[in-house]
């Protein structure tokens, strides 16, 4: 029984989404990455969202 609840508790750590991602899926789906990505290939520019998506997922938060 406790295999099985060690088990499940890593499987909820994997299906658990960092910052970076969650940030990344919002702005997908609302169409803010849109207007972003159309605005840096009308301006010429390079986005920097995957950089700052992975630099936001290695945040490390102490909760207990």
Known sequence: SLQYIHKSKK???????????????????TG??????TYHKIMGSK???DKR???LNNIKIKRW
């Open 11 to 29: 499987q909820i750590k994997k299906i658990i989404m960092k910052l970076g991602d969650l940030i990344y899926y919002i702005t997908k789906y």
């Open 47 to 49: 986005c920097k969202c």
């Open 32 to 37: 803010i990455k849109y207007i972003v990505d």
């Open 53 to 55: 998506r992975k630099s």
